[in-house]
């Protein structure tokens, strides 16, 4: 019932700057934590950024000073903003969500989607 849909990834040169967005729709649902993750070709999938319910938010340390991520409520839209961005940042992103100790994508790829592509290059 409940669906996560990411949109923003481009194309941009190093040290350029894009905002990614992630739109959950449904009913009946309180996420617990939000996610954004990233994987890279040949990479295992990684968790960036994450904002929980009461506004705590974590970074993972390769992105810590440059990404920011932050939500709108009355949207359902959580957004990671990305500026100072390198080539080591190129990857598919995907946003996820905890419904306490679930899911809304399990670790099946499929449930992941297409996401988005952040592609970072001269």
């Known amino acids: 019932q409940v669906q996560l849909a990411e949109s923003g990834g481009g194309l941009v040169q190093p040290g350029g700057s894009l905002r990614l967005s992630c739109v959950a729709s449904?009913?009946?649902?309180?996420?617990?934590?939000v996610g954004w993750y990233r994987q890279a070709p040949g990479k295992q999938r990684e968790l960036v950024a994450s904002?929980?319910?009461?506004?705590?938010?974590d970074y993972a340390d390769s992105v810590k000073g440059r990404f920011t991520i932050s939500r709108d409520i009355r949207k359902n839209t959580w957004y990671l903003q990305m500026n100072s961005l390198t080539p080591g940042d190129t990857a598919v992103y995907y946003c996820?969500?905890?419904?306490?100790?679930?899911?809304?994508?399990?670790?099946?790829?499929?449930?992941w989607g297409p996401g988005t592509q952040v592609t970072v290059s001269s």
């Open positions: 449904g009913r009946g649902f309180s996420f617990k934590k």
């Open positions: 904002i929980t319910a009461g506004g705590d938010t």
């Open positions: 996820n969500a905890a419904l306490g100790a679930y899911l809304v994508r399990s670790q099946a790829q499929a449930d």
